[in-house]
């Protein structure tokens, strides 16, 4: 369980198997689940008001652990009761977790705190992190946001990224503790260091917004920001091209700059496809190139940005740059095309 929670999928199946094999059905299932993930990374569960939400990092955030999604045979669900009242501590917290979201029958978040107590009382540290999210967020009859905090202290202690990245929230905000800046960093670096993103985030701009205050914070922003860039999340690519550009904590980049505004653009980041139509209209750090400023004018207007640009520079074309700027916008929609076009233009020597 420890190596599925860090995300260890290689050998959490190894063991799983070798449990499987002397017939644990749980384990069995588990193996099933690491062999049928469709999507690689696995989805994050994001818990405001005990709801499951995909979306972009947000420092008020919080996290419930990695679900569990049930893909046990009808044997293995109707088992899982008796080995819960057995003692079994993973069975606790599967138990929990089907009745918490309602996988495999409806939802009863009372009966599910309950389970999951036992597991937390057994160690279990999923179940921590949930408990304590609920204790939190939940209803208020459920609340005791004390309790809920002492939780995710003890789940973090014992390496458990969710909770040292709750911890580290909770510190910035001052909820339920004195607010304290330091210990939100020390918080986020530790469960950082499993690759995930929302720490990553965090802590680059947290380090951000204190930059000016100190060059250690600059080189630290611009650390993390490269590290969550890397892991293609365009946000933090778009910065990290900010960070090249003004020369923040690091010496200016124009190459660098110019890499970074490419990927985040790819990813349709807005902000970078504005940077880049401007940079190409003014023949700023790049050669002048109207035809690409206007196609990225186009993919803008398609994004719901003003028409306004387009007109602005279809009025200092030639024809002919009109007729390459048409023919370039139409190919363009395609990521394939746009990263082609990008390429040529940005791997240009600008000559002096």
């Given at each position: 369980?420890?190596?599925?929670?860090?995300?260890?999928y290689?050998?959490?199946?190894?063991?799983?198997?070798?449990?499987?094999?002397?017939?644990?059905?749980?384990a069995?299932?588990?193996?099933?689940?690491?062999?049928d993930?469709?999507?690689?990374?696995?989805?994050l569960?994001?818990?405001?008001?005990?709801?499951?939400?995909?979306?972009?990092v947000?420092?008020?955030?919080?996290?419930?652990?990695?679900?569990?999604?049930?893909?046990?045979?009808?044997?293995?669900?109707?088992?899982?009761?008796?080995?819960?009242?057995?003692?079994?501590?993973?069975?606790?917290?599967m138990?929990?977790?089907m009745l918490?979201?309602?996988?495999?029958?409806?939802?009863?978040?009372?009966?599910?705190?309950?389970?999951?107590?036992?597991?937390?009382?057994?160690?279990?540290?999923?179940?921590?992190?949930?408990?304590?999210?609920?204790?939190?967020?939940?209803?208020?009859?459920?609340?005791?946001?004390?309790?809920?905090?002492?939780?995710?202290?003890?789940?973090?202690?014992?390496?458990?990224?969710?909770?040292?990245?709750?911890?580290?929230?909770?510190y910035?905000?001052?909820?339920?503790?004195?607010?304290?800046?330091?210990?939100?960093?020390?918080?986020?670096?530790?469960?950082?260091?499993?690759?995930?993103?929302?720490?990553?985030?965090?802590?680059?701009?947290?380090?951000?917004?204190?930059?000016?205050?100190?060059?250690y914070?600059?080189?630290?922003?611009?650390?993390?920001?490269?590290?969550?860039?890397?892991q293609?999340?365009?946000?933090?690519?778009?910065?990290?091209?900010?960070?090249?550009?003004?020369?923040?904590?690091?010496?200016?980049?124009?190459?660098?700059?110019?890499?970074?505004?490419?990927?985040?653009?790819?990813?349709?980041?807005?902000?970078?496809?504005?940077?880049?139509?401007?940079?190409?209209?003014?023949?700023?750090?790049?050669?002048?190139?109207?035809?690409?400023?206007?196609?990225?004018?186009?993919?803008?207007?398609?994004?719901?940005?003003?028409?306004?640009?387009?007109?602005?520079?279809?009025?200092?074309?030639?024809?002919?740059?009109?007729?390459?700027?048409?023919?370039?916008?139409?190919?363009?929609?395609?990521?394939?095309?746009?990263?082609?076009?990008?390429?040529?233009?940005?791997?240009?020597?600008?000559?002096?």
């Amino acid at each position: 369980m420890q190596a599925y929670q860090r995300q260890d999928y290689a050998q959490a199946q190894q063991y799983f198997e070798t449990a499987a094999a002397e017939g644990n059905e749980i384990a069995a299932d588990f193996v099933r689940v690491i062999i049928d993930r469709e999507p690689q990374q696995p989805r994050l569960a994001r818990w405001l008001a005990l709801e499951r939400v995909d979306g972009g990092v947000m420092l008020n955030g919080r996290f419930g652990n990695l679900f569990f999604t049930p893909k046990a045979s009808p044997a293995v669900r109707r088992g899982l009761p008796a080995r819960a009242a057995a003692g079994d501590a993973v069975a606790q917290w599967m138990l929990a977790m089907m009745l918490h979201s309602g996988q495999g029958g409806p939802v009863d978040l009372p009966e599910a705190v309950r389970w999951y107590r036992a597991a937390a009382a057994q160690g279990n540290v999923p179940a921590m992190d949930n408990l304590g999210a609920i204790y939190q967020y939940g209803p208020v009859s459920l609340r005791d946001p004390a309790a809920g905090l002492a939780l995710w202290q003890q789940a973090a202690r014992a390496d458990s990224f969710v909770s040292q990245y709750n911890l580290g929230v909770s510190y910035f905000l001052g909820d339920g503790v004195p607010r304290d800046v330091d210990q939100a960093l020390y918080w986020w670096r530790l469960a950082a260091q499993n690759d995930w993103l929302f720490p990553m985030r965090a802590l680059a701009e947290t380090h951000a917004e204190l930059r000016e205050k100190d060059p250690y914070h600059a080189r630290q922003a611009q650390l993390w920001y490269q590290r969550a860039a890397q892991q293609g999340n365009a946000a933090a690519q778009y910065e990290l091209a900010r960070i090249y550009r003004y020369g923040w904590g690091v010496a200016r980049d124009e190459r660098q700059m110019l890499s970074w505004y490419r990927q985040a653009a790819l990813n349709k980041y807005e902000d970078a496809m504005k940077t880049l139509r401007e940079l190409f209209h003014a023949g700023d750090h790049v050669a002048q190139d109207l035809p690409m400023a206007y196609a990225l004018a186009v993919l803008m207007y398609a994004d719901g940005d003003s028409i306004f640009y387009q007109q602005r520079i279809d009025s200092q074309m030639s024809e002919a740059q009109r007729t390459e700027a048409r023919a370039l916008a139409a190919r363009v929609v395609d990521k394939a095309q746009l990263a082609a076009a990008l390429a040529e233009r940005l791997d240009k020597p600008v000559q002096p």
